[in-house]
């Protein structure tokens, strides 16, 4: 199994900051990893898959980088709907995802 | 437009078995390179992968939970069924159904998600 690791747990900030949520993977993945979006009592929405690529209609704050072991997200100015619990998922071997980092408002 | 929603019993009881429908729109599962997948997500924690069926009936399952599950699809009624027997207390959850496309072969859709409880 590849396990995968989120930094930090929770994460407060405020609107208009710039934050950045990092993913590990037990082993080199390449480039195979989304993250997601998920608002409680709702769905997980896809927002960036092949560790870069911005799903269609997700806005241009949102952006991912990485390859092999290492990721992050970063959303570039906060807004009021961004606040909400994100997961990294790795899909080279199977899919398994971190376990989530809840951005709440400072 | 892709739409996915999972129906099923809310309430289980310990060593049943459990079968969840997802009936989609938008796609057909006899399309070359589409899935459909399942992942869960217990109250309060993260997501989990349990499987994922191909348009060519090719079928993935999680390996620690393999010997429980069973997917299949009726590509005439547009509906995938995940059965999962031996149900336990730490299979309560919210069992989701995901679109998978070979293009980002990874899950863009998803369903509302279902709440499964079991207990006796």
């Known amino acids: 199994d590849i396990q995968m690791t989120q930094s930090p747990s929770t994460l407060s900030a405020s609107v208009g900051d710039r934050v950045t949520i990092t993913c590990r993977a037990s082993?080199?993945?390449?480039?195979?990893l989304a993250w997601y979006q998920q608002k409680p009592g709702k769905a997980p929405k896809l927002l960036i898959y092949?560790?870069?690529d911005l799903e269609s209609g997700v806005p241009s704050r949102f952006s991912g980088s990485g390859s092999g072991t290492e990721f992050t997200l970063t959303i570039s100015s906060l807004q009021p709907d961004d606040f909400a619990t994100y997961y990294c998922?790795?899909?080279?071997?199977?899919?398994?995802f971190g376990q989530g980092t809840k951005l709440e408002i400072k | 437009q892709i739409t996915l929603k999972e129906s099923g019993p809310t309430l289980v009881k310990p060593t049943q078995t459990l079968t969840l429908t997802c009936t989609f729109s938008?796609?057909?599962?006899?399309?070359?390179?589409?899935?459909v997948g399942w992942i869960r997500q217990p109250p309060g924690k993260a997501l989990e992968w349990l499987g994922l069926?191909?348009?060519?009936?090719?079928?993935r399952y999680r390996p620690s939970l393999k010997s429980r599950l069973t997917i299949i699809k009726d590509t005439s009624k547009n509906q995938v069924v995940l059965t999962m027997t031996n149900m336990d207390p730490v299979d309560t959850a919210t069992y989701y159904c995901?679109?998978?496309?070979?293009?980002?072969?990874?899950?863009?859709?998803w369903g509302q998600g279902t709440l499964v409880t079991v207990s006796s």
């Open positions: 995901a679109h998978h496309p070979d293009t980002i072969t990874t899950f863009d859709h």
């Open positions: 938008g796609f057909s599962l006899s399309t070359n390179g589409l899935g």
């Open positions: 082993q080199t993945i390449g480039s195979w």
């Open positions: 998922q790795q899909y080279n071997s199977y899919y398994s």
């Open positions: 069926i191909y348009w060519n009936d090719d079928k």
């Open positions: 092949k560790a870069s």
